[in-house]
């Protein structure tokens, strides 16, 4: 394995201070990964380009990115068939005026919490469902987009990270279960990450911070102006005296005005995903493939979908080929986006760069320093790699080696381990999750990154302070 030095940092260096100041997203990737190339190819940019634009096709070798590439354009028709046929509409007037269970803006950050939160199987789907059953209530209620990214993102990976019967939980298992088989630690993976969860404080308090943003009212830095702006064209547009929604696409038809034309077509895709776990797992839930069951899952969602709008007669063979497709070109733009992120991950694994910044880091600390150092180093590695997993698989078995070495139980170790992986997911600008979350809510992709990062530090805050006092107290 080639050894880049300090160069292996260079590429998700370039590309965040990018992001950030440029606030292009595809034109951060790109040059980030060109970056990156250049290094690889012993700094020559003629090879750097080629590997670039030949990395952009080679990333389709890979099965698991394309059935999830494949999965962002095909929700993008589902979403749009939920629009064009009133299912959406109706899912607001609803949830409004028939029930009344929405009547406030508390009630719908906290409506787009509880959704993210109960469809914890597969982190894309559940920001997704979220997202089209609130912005336009969002809207409605004069709340950005910012604050709804942050929400929905933040209680997403928080959730899925401590689930455990899920894809996430099985691929800790099968890290910690690698551990177990080498004799550095003792018991069952599950028994193991199970009393780890407890210490995945990153996600308690990221809950916790959620509830409390959405029932105080509070806000503050991006994203107290981000609520201000939100306010202010609200006030301006005087939102209340008009429709709730948005008419201009919904087809006009008798059997338009039902919810059932949001319900039919989502459940249908979510309700597979379980399905198609155990399937590809062979009856083991945790083993299925996420990425194949996400795709097995939107193909049945579109295809009832099909025969329900046909049946119900709102739509033609045509024009539910023609509406699909202008939802597949609205996915465009997020699945290059997509493309190239994953496209930066294999650049990053190529350079090492994971296995650098824990290498540089991993000199002798004092024991009470040992879960807190274990926590800072995966926020950090997960920030300049836009991975949770990639980020966990490295630090885990690092982090309960280093609790063997100064003492401390490996529960500590491997919760800090996963509380920092997941650190990434909520500031990365090149972090999955987050770019679904922005596509989701129809937010910029850099403002959600903005606005959610001041928060999401706040929280790490907390969490470093927690492990060093858990650390200096056993």
Same mark, same amino acid.
């Given at each position: 394995?080639?050894?880049?030095?300090?160069?292996?940092?260079?590429?998700?260096?370039?590309?965040?201070?990018?992001?950030?100041?440029?606030?292009?997203?595809?034109?951060?990737?790109?040059?980030?990964?060109?970056?990156?190339? @250049?290094?690889?190819?012993?700094?020559?940019?003629?090879?750097?380009?080629?590997?670039?634009?030949?990395?952009?096709?080679?990333?389709?070798?890979?099965?698991?990115?394309?059935?999830?590439?494949?999965?962002?354009?095909?929700?993008?028709?589902?979403?749009?068939?939920?629009?064009? +046929?009133?299912?959406?509409?109706?899912?607001?007037?609803?949830? +409004?005026?028939?029930?009344?269970?929405?009547?406030?803006?508390?009630?719908? $950050?906290?409506?787009?919490?509880?959704? @993210?939160?109960?469809?914890? #199987?597969?982190?894309?789907?559940?920001?997704?469902?979220?997202?089209?059953?609130?912005?336009?209530?969002?809207?409605?209620?004069?709340?950005?987009?910012?604050?709804?990214?942050?929400?929905? $993102?933040?209680?997403?990976?928080?959730?899925?990270?401590?689930?455990?019967?899920?894809?996430?939980?099985?691929?800790?298992?099968?890290?910690?279960?690698?551990?177990?088989?080498?004799?550095?630690?003792?018991?069952?993976?599950?028994?193991?990450?199970?009393?780890?969860?407890?210490?995945? #404080?990153?996600?308690?308090?990221?809950? &916790?911070?959620?509830?409390?943003? #959405?029932?105080?009212?509070?806000?503050?830095?991006?994203?107290?102006?981000?609520?201000?702006?939100?306010?202010?064209?609200?006030?301006?547009?005087?939102?209340?005296?008009?429709?709730?929604?948005?008419?201009?696409?919904?087809?006009?038809?008798?059997?338009?005005?039902?919810?059932?034309?949001?319900?039919?077509?989502?459940?249908?895709?979510?309700?597979?995903?379980?399905?198609?776990?155990?399937? +590809?797992?062979?009856?083991?839930?945790?083993?299925?493939?996420?990425?194949?069951?996400?795709?097995?899952?939107?193909?049945?969602? @579109?295809?009832?979908?099909?025969?329900?709008?046909?049946?119900?007669?709102?739509? +033609?063979?045509?024009?539910?080929?023609?509406?699909?497709?202008?939802?597949?070109?609205?996915?465009?733009?997020?699945?290059?986006?997509?493309?190239?992120?994953?496209?930066?991950?294999?650049?990053?694994?190529?350079?090492?760069?994971?296995?650098?910044?824990?290498?540089?880091?991993?000199?002798?600390?004092?024991?009470?320093?040992?879960?807190?150092?274990?926590?800072?180093?995966?926020?950090?590695?997960?920030?300049?790699?836009?991975?949770?997993?990639?980020?966990?698989?490295?630090?885990?078995? #690092?982090?309960?080696?280093?609790?063997?070495?100064?003492?401390?139980?490996?529960?500590?170790?491997?919760?800090?381990?996963?509380?920092?992986?997941?650190?990434?997911?909520? @500031?990365?600008?090149?972090?999955?999750? &987050?770019?679904?979350?922005?596509?989701?809510?129809?937010?910029?992709?850099?403002?959600?990154?903005?606005?959610?990062?001041?928060?999401?530090?706040?929280?790490?805050?907390?969490?470093?302070?927690?492990?060093?006092?858990?650390?200096?107290?056993?």
């Amino acid at each position: 394995m080639n050894d880049y030095g300090i160069w292996t940092i260079i590429t998700p260096v370039v590309t965040i201070i990018l992001a950030i100041f440029t606030r292009q997203v595809i034109l951060s990737l790109l040059l980030g990964i060109l970056v990156g190339f @250049t290094v690889i190819h012993d700094h020559n940019v003629i090879l750097g380009i080629q590997g670039t634009v030949e990395g952009i096709i080679n990333t389709f070798s890979s099965p698991g990115n394309t059935k999830t590439i494949i999965f962002m354009l095909m929700i993008g028709g589902i979403m749009r068939l939920v629009v064009v +046929t009133g299912g959406v509409r109706s899912l607001v007037r609803l949830l +409004t005026d028939k029930t009344q269970l929405i009547e406030n803006k508390k009630a719908v $950050q906290f409506l787009a919490m509880m959704i @993210t939160s109960l469809i914890f #199987i597969e982190s894309s789907i559940n920001q997704l469902i979220a997202g089209a059953s609130t912005k336009k209530l969002a809207k409605n209620y004069g709340i950005p987009p910012e604050k709804m990214s942050y929400i929905i $993102q933040t209680s997403c990976v928080s959730v899925c990270s401590s689930a455990m019967i899920n894809g996430w939980g099985a691929a800790m298992m099968g890290v910690i279960g690698v551990q177990i088989s080498k004799g550095l630690i003792n018991g069952e993976p599950f028994d193991i990450l199970a009393g780890a969860m407890i210490y995945n #404080i990153m996600a308690w308090l990221s809950l &916790a911070s959620v509830l409390f943003y #959405i029932f105080s009212n509070v806000s503050w830095g991006p994203m107290r102006t981000a609520e201000m702006r939100a306010l202010h064209e609200h006030l301006n547009n005087d939102i209340e005296d008009k429709p709730s929604e948005d008419n201009d696409d919904i087809i006009d038809h008798p059997n338009s005005h039902t919810s059932l034309n949001f319900f039919i077509p989502i459940l249908s895709t979510v309700l597979m995903l379980p399905l198609a776990l155990y399937i +590809t797992g062979n009856g083991d839930f945790s083993k299925g493939s996420g990425s194949t069951s996400i795709y097995w899952s939107v193909i049945f969602g @579109t295809t009832v979908s099909f025969f329900w709008f046909l049946i119900r007669r709102i739509l +033609t063979i045509e024009t539910f080929f023609k509406e699909l497709y202008i939802g597949y070109a609205s996915m465009i733009k997020i699945s290059s986006v997509m493309v190239l992120a994953f496209l930066m991950g294999n650049v990053s694994a190529d350079l090492n760069t994971g296995a650098y910044i824990a290498h540089i880091t991993s000199d002798v600390i004092p024991a009470g320093f040992s879960i807190g150092f274990i926590f800072l180093i995966s926020s950090i590695m997960s920030l300049a790699t836009g991975t949770s997993w990639g980020t966990f698989a490295i630090m885990i078995p #690092i982090g309960v080696q280093l609790g063997i070495s100064v003492g401390m139980p490996p529960e500590y170790m491997i919760g800090a381990a996963i509380a920092g992986s997941i650190f990434g997911d909520m @500031t990365s600008p090149i972090s999955s999750d &987050a770019i679904v979350a922005s596509m989701a809510t129809d937010c910029d992709h850099i403002e959600h990154i903005r606005t959610q990062m001041p928060y999401a530090l706040v929280t790490a805050s907390f969490a470093l302070a927690i492990y060093f006092y858990l650390g200096f107290t056993y």
